[in-house]
């Protein structure tokens, strides 16, 4: 059975649609990171016994270093402390600049 044209090209702008929007919203490229450096465990959160995981959407440079960070979850006595340290990351050069969302974890027992 065929498809009228009217709606197959209905069906083709819909999908189209809904694939830039994807992109749009898809974030972009995996960018390793080629230096870590380990978060300052604060001591109010150490005392408290505060850990997790704090999630950072960041800002990489096309030269790799890190511009901004937005927080995404994590305690209020450690996103401080994961923002500073991933503001001394450094992920591998790309063409373009690009976003990533980034873990840091807090273990109570380190």
């Known amino acids: 059975m065929a498809i009228p044209h009217r709606i197959s090209s209905r069906l083709l702008?819909?999908?189209c649609l809904a694939l830039c929007v994807a992109s749009t919203f898809a974030e972009g490229v995996h960018r390793?990171?080629?230096k870590r450096v380990?978060?300052?465990y604060p001591e109010l959160a150490r005392?408290?016994?505060v850990g997790g995981t704090v999630v950072l959407l960041v800002t990489i440079e096309a030269?790799?270093?890190v511009s901004s960070t937005r927080?995404?979850?994590g305690h209020a006595l450690l996103t401080a402390a994961a923002e500073d340290a991933v503001r001394h990351w450094r992920f591998s050069p790309d063409s373009d600049i690009?976003?990533?969302e980034v873990e840091v974890?807090?273990?109570i027992g380190q």
């Open 63 to 65: 030269n790799g270093t």
């Open 47 to 49: 005392r408290m016994h």
């Open 38 to 40: 380990p978060p300052v």
């Open 71 to 73: 927080v995404e979850s």
């Open 32 to 34: 390793v990171i080629v």
């Open 98 to 100: 690009s976003k990533s």
């Open 13 to 15: 702008a819909i999908g």
């Open 105 to 107: 974890d807090f273990n």
